[in-house]
């Protein structure tokens, strides 16, 4: 279908407790397209949801569990959140985020244990006086008694500013003990002022005392092992989280981000005290189904307003476009892309993805031309269309990998060439032509110019002859489109008066119709100069005629001078464009010469190492193998920039001087959060 599909305009209104289930119905649906329009409803709710969403996100990460998982779950299976649901979400994250921020408690205080543990354990085989320690090491050491009560309270007071450590095994609140505190230098002074507020009793290391205590090393590493035993058990915590919590994740995640998508959508609608209201487009042949859907769904409680695109006000004064939307088969739709990548079509005019799915492949397979490389490519795009999870992320080239490695293949065999290999198909060609033709022939296209081979300088010609052909049949098309699409949109001077318009087309047919009598000896005629010259004055005198027909004044709009300038300009432009658009389809020859010459050098220089000897063929293998990946890899890519480029250039621009807007239907995006 050359044209996209007819579109009607929807407005509803429904009441405020039936929004929620007619969102999740159309965004299942995936059948209206609303507009664009500024935000106006309530962003501290979005803004709470999305809060929500994220933290449930992050405490379910943190949990270990995948959120691909949680991501890929199908939004027809998911619920808008229930009464209850936003209590357990909270309860939820902040159960994950108490063991989040234990774990990163307990990871401060194990550096802090072991660097001072490290500290210790370097001064303790040094031999200095105890006292002097305070001088040389960056930590502060305070040894003395003090009871288990205190000793919490200390605990308490420096949290992870100072490293608390009993050296006696005490069990009675009242019995003192003995204890190291070590802090960093900065720190001493509010050591020393805690240490006094819970009556510490300091013990005096004799003077002569060197290194560090041994029972400071000994408990630096018990503590150290204890702090371990800790982190390990959060561990254990977090994986038996993440079995228990699993199915809570996969059920409120994708319940809450739908509820984000819904509010923020809703934030776009108008609102009363008790309904909204809101518009869209939506294909003419969904529009019996949604709305008799809805219906049913609100209980007849929706008020359902149905327009034509010509009814619509905003389209009328030119405002707004109607969104377009295009069907198309697997082969087409596959090829989507190429066209809605440079921009959509206006509605109501051709949709010319068919016709590029059809040249993009053409172009492609005369410039690869291989049976190997065609079936390399058929067979890549073959696989990503069986679903296989690791190419999911290809899907989209599945379809057109498979159409050009089939054109590949079929030019691949009219070249006889597999793989590089020019022999192979020796055979089977030869009796193919005899038994057409009565003539039997190595191969059924000569493109490379070696006698040798069959081929000729005169045969190239006329192989970039064909190239050419091909080339005004894409540019003449691209023309025809253009006057179509403008007749279509009632633009009448663009249709038959501009270079891309009916005069355009002319004077490029005979042009073309010159050139073909010339190769033929033909002598050029007056009749040719008229039928040259026609065409640029409508060109020319374009603006001027159609300011006549139309009965506009006055009929030279800016003046006599800039007409003339407009006019030469314009008539330069014309010929400049449409010899440089034709002469550049010559690439497509070019690209299928060096695709041949290339294979003819790898398989010659393969078949150069066979005949060296044993490991001549074991080079000649890795030659092949390497050199085809070459071909398919670099050379495959080379050669799709240069079809996107024809089709960009030589032909888009022939009719694409308005894009339109692509029909983006409101879905539930699953990786909105």
Known sequence: ??????????????????????????????????????TQGDRIKISHISELVERLRSACAYAGIDLKNIDAINEDSVNLPEEGDEASAND???????????????????????????????????????????????????????????????????????????????TEPEENGRILAATSRKGRFTLDSQLKNV???????????????????????GQLKNIENELTEIENQKKELCIRLEKDFQKLIPSWKMALVIEEIKSRFTTTESTYHFSGWTPAEMAAEVSKDLLELTRDRAAIKIFSPE?????????????????????????????FSYGSPLYGTIDPTPLVAFFFTLLFGIMFGDVGHGFTLFFAGLLINLGIKKLKGFSKFGTPLISIGISSM???????????????LIGPTRAITAAI????????????????TGGSITKLLYFFGFTIAIGAIIISIGLIINIVNHCILKKYEEAFFSKTGLAGLALFWYALFIVVHILLGVRFGLYDIAGLFIPIICIFFGPVLWRIISGKKPVLKDGLMTFIMKGFVEVLETVSTY???????????AFALSHTVLSFIVFTFSEMLVKSGAIGTVGAVILLIFGNLLIVVLEGMIVAIQVMRLQYYEFFNKFFVETGVEFSPFRFNKNKT
């Open 1 to 38: 279908m050359l044209r996209p599909r007819k579109m009607i305009f929807f407005e509803l209104s429904v009441f405020k407790h039936d929004i929620d289930a007619v969102l999740q119905y159309l965004g299942r649906k995936g059948a209206i397209h609303f507009p664009e329009t500024e």
């Open 92 to 170: 939820i994250c902040s159960l994950i985020e108490n063991i989040k921020n234990n774990k990163i408690k307990v990871e401060q205080n194990k550096k802090q244990v072991s660097d001072t543990l490290n500290e210790a354990k370097a001064f303790s085989r040094m031999n200095i006086r105890f006292s002097d320690l305070d001088q040389l090491s960056y930590l502060t050491f305070r040894i003395g008694r003090l009871d288990l009560k205190g000793q919490a309270e200390l605990r308490r007071k420096m949290k992870d500013r100072a490293v608390i450590i009993s050296l006696d095994n005490i």
């Open 199 to 221: 009556s510490f009793e300091p013990i005096n290391i004799p003077k002569d005392f060197k290194g560090i205590p041994s029972e400071m090393v000994a408990g630096l590493e």
């Open 311 to 339: 009814e619509v006000s905003s389209i009328k004064e030119g405002k707004d476009k109607v969104p377009v939307y295009v069907k198309h088969g697997a082969f087409v739709n596959g090829f989507k892309g190429v066209v």
């Open 410 to 424: 079929v030019f691949g065999l009219l070249f006889g060439s597999v793989f590089t290999n020019e022999e192979l």
């Open 437 to 452: 033709t009565g003539s039997p022939m190595d191969r059924i296209v000569f493109i490379m110019p070696l006698t040798e």
């Open 579 to 589: 010899v440089s658009n034709t002469v550049s389809f010559l690439r497509v020859g």
